[in-house]
Protein backbone atom coordinates (compact mmCIF):
# COMPACT_ATOMS: atom_id res chain seq x y z
CA UNK A 1 0.00 0.00 0.00
CA UNK A 2 1.28 3.20 -1.21
CA UNK A 3 1.86 5.68 2.32
CA UNK A 4 2.88 8.76 -0.04
CA UNK A 5 1.64 11.61 -2.63
CA UNK A 6 3.06 13.17 -5.46
CA UNK A 7 2.76 17.21 -5.42
CA UNK A 8 3.41 19.90 -7.92
CA UNK A 9 5.04 22.30 -5.34
CA UNK A 10 4.76 26.06 -6.25
CA UNK A 11 5.82 27.59 -2.64
CA UNK A 12 9.61 28.11 -2.17
CA UNK A 13 8.91 27.85 1.92
CA UNK A 14 8.44 24.04 1.03
CA UNK A 15 11.40 23.80 -1.12
CA UNK A 16 13.27 25.41 1.89
CA UNK A 17 11.90 22.95 4.13
CA UNK A 18 13.03 20.04 1.98
CA UNK A 19 16.52 21.14 2.02
CA UNK A 20 17.30 17.56 2.99
CA UNK A 21 16.65 16.39 -0.49
CA UNK A 22 18.60 19.07 -2.45
CA UNK A 23 22.65 18.41 -2.85
CA UNK A 24 23.57 21.67 -1.10
CA UNK A 25 20.39 23.73 1.16
CA UNK A 26 18.31 25.46 -1.47
CA UNK A 27 18.39 29.11 -1.10
CA UNK A 28 15.33 31.43 -0.91
CA UNK A 29 16.17 33.78 -3.92
CA UNK A 30 16.92 30.96 -6.13
CA UNK A 31 14.20 28.40 -5.08
CA UNK A 32 11.62 31.79 -6.23
CA UNK A 33 13.73 31.95 -9.63
CA UNK A 34 13.33 28.41 -10.24
CA UNK A 35 9.63 27.91 -9.29
CA UNK A 36 8.84 31.25 -11.28
CA UNK A 37 11.14 30.58 -14.18
CA UNK A 38 8.36 29.43 -16.94
CA UNK A 39 8.99 25.38 -18.03
CA UNK A 40 11.03 25.01 -14.75
CA UNK A 41 9.00 21.78 -12.78
CA UNK A 42 9.08 21.12 -9.26
CA UNK A 43 7.47 17.64 -8.18
CA UNK A 44 7.94 16.21 -4.62
CA UNK A 45 6.22 12.94 -2.75
CA UNK A 46 5.25 13.66 0.78
CA UNK A 47 4.46 10.83 3.37
CA UNK A 48 1.94 12.92 5.63
CA UNK A 49 3.85 16.22 5.79
CA UNK A 50 7.63 15.40 5.13
CA UNK A 51 9.12 15.50 1.93
CA UNK A 52 10.86 12.10 0.67
CA UNK A 53 11.43 12.65 -2.73
CA UNK A 54 11.79 15.45 -5.44
CA UNK A 55 12.35 15.74 -9.04
CA UNK A 56 12.97 18.62 -11.09
CA UNK A 57 12.19 18.92 -14.90
CA UNK A 58 13.48 21.51 -17.11
CA UNK A 59 11.35 22.51 -20.62
CA UNK A 60 13.96 23.19 -23.59
CA UNK A 61 12.64 24.28 -26.97
CA UNK A 62 14.90 24.36 -29.95
CA UNK A 63 13.80 25.89 -33.29
CA UNK A 64 14.45 22.63 -35.23
CA UNK A 65 13.01 20.40 -32.61
CA UNK A 66 10.06 21.43 -30.41
CA UNK A 67 9.75 21.09 -26.68
CA UNK A 68 11.98 17.94 -25.04
CA UNK A 69 11.99 17.78 -20.80
CA UNK A 70 15.20 17.86 -19.23
CA UNK A 71 14.93 15.73 -16.37
CA UNK A 72 17.68 17.80 -14.10
CA UNK A 73 17.79 15.88 -10.76
CA UNK A 74 15.97 13.35 -8.63
CA UNK A 75 16.86 12.07 -5.05
CA UNK A 76 14.76 10.28 -2.34
CA UNK A 77 15.39 10.47 1.22
CA UNK A 78 18.05 7.45 2.42
CA UNK A 79 14.95 6.06 4.81
CA UNK A 80 12.74 6.42 1.99
CA UNK A 81 14.27 4.34 -1.17
CA UNK A 82 13.26 0.95 -2.38
CA UNK A 83 9.29 2.06 -2.24
CA UNK A 84 9.50 3.03 -5.35
CA UNK A 85 9.30 6.76 -4.67
CA UNK A 86 11.97 7.42 -7.21
CA UNK A 87 10.53 5.41 -10.53
CA UNK A 88 7.08 7.38 -9.25
CA UNK A 89 8.27 10.52 -9.47
CA UNK A 90 10.25 10.08 -12.67
CA UNK A 91 7.09 9.03 -14.01
CA UNK A 92 4.85 11.49 -12.91
CA UNK A 93 7.48 13.72 -14.63
CA UNK A 94 7.17 12.00 -17.78
CA UNK A 95 3.50 12.01 -17.67
CA UNK A 96 3.49 15.80 -17.50
CA UNK A 97 5.91 15.93 -20.02
CA UNK A 98 3.55 14.48 -22.55
CA UNK A 99 0.71 16.52 -20.84
CA UNK A 100 3.23 20.13 -22.08
CA UNK A 101 3.35 18.44 -25.83
CA UNK A 102 7.09 17.27 -25.22
CA UNK A 103 8.41 15.23 -28.02
CA UNK A 104 10.84 13.27 -25.26
CA UNK A 105 12.00 13.54 -21.72
CA UNK A 106 16.09 12.52 -20.74
CA UNK A 107 18.35 12.37 -17.93
CA UNK A 108 22.16 12.05 -17.50
CA UNK A 109 23.31 10.24 -14.55
CA UNK A 110 26.21 8.36 -13.73
CA UNK A 111 26.83 4.72 -15.53
CA UNK A 112 27.39 2.79 -11.90
CA UNK A 113 24.31 4.87 -10.49
CA UNK A 114 22.13 1.89 -10.28
CA UNK A 115 19.31 3.08 -8.27
CA UNK A 116 18.60 6.33 -10.42
CA UNK A 117 18.87 3.66 -13.47
CA UNK A 118 16.43 1.45 -12.04
CA UNK A 119 13.97 4.20 -11.31
CA UNK A 120 14.73 5.43 -14.59
CA UNK A 121 13.70 2.16 -16.93
CA UNK A 122 10.96 1.24 -14.45
CA UNK A 123 9.40 4.30 -15.17
CA UNK A 124 9.42 3.55 -19.16
CA UNK A 125 12.60 5.26 -19.94
CA UNK A 126 15.48 3.26 -21.92
CA UNK A 127 19.15 4.10 -22.14
CA UNK A 128 21.14 5.12 -25.70
CA UNK A 129 24.54 4.23 -26.76
CA UNK A 130 27.67 5.97 -23.99
CA UNK A 131 27.80 9.36 -24.29
CA UNK A 132 30.37 12.20 -23.48
CA UNK A 133 29.65 15.07 -21.12
CA UNK A 134 31.37 18.18 -21.95
CA UNK A 135 31.43 20.60 -19.00
CA UNK A 136 32.36 24.20 -19.00
CA UNK A 137 33.84 24.76 -15.30
CA UNK A 138 33.25 28.62 -14.67
CA UNK A 139 34.86 28.55 -10.81
CA UNK A 140 33.72 27.82 -7.36
CA UNK A 141 30.98 24.56 -7.07
CA UNK A 142 29.31 26.83 -5.00
CA UNK A 143 27.65 29.77 -6.66
CA UNK A 144 27.04 32.74 -4.12
CA UNK A 145 23.00 33.66 -3.31
CA UNK A 146 22.86 37.00 -5.16
CA UNK A 147 19.85 37.88 -2.20
CA UNK A 148 23.47 37.69 0.22
CA UNK A 149 25.33 40.17 -2.01
CA UNK A 150 25.29 43.75 -0.15
CA UNK A 151 23.23 45.96 -1.44
Request: glycine share 8%.
Amino acid sequence: MRRWEIERVTESDVVLAAGHLFDSAPTLAWSQAFLAAPGHHLLMAFEGDRAVGMVTGVEMTMPDKGTEMFLYELAVADDAQGKGIGTALARALADLAIQLGCYDMWVLTDHDNLPALGAYRRSGAATTEPTTLVLWDFGSSQVEDPADEPA
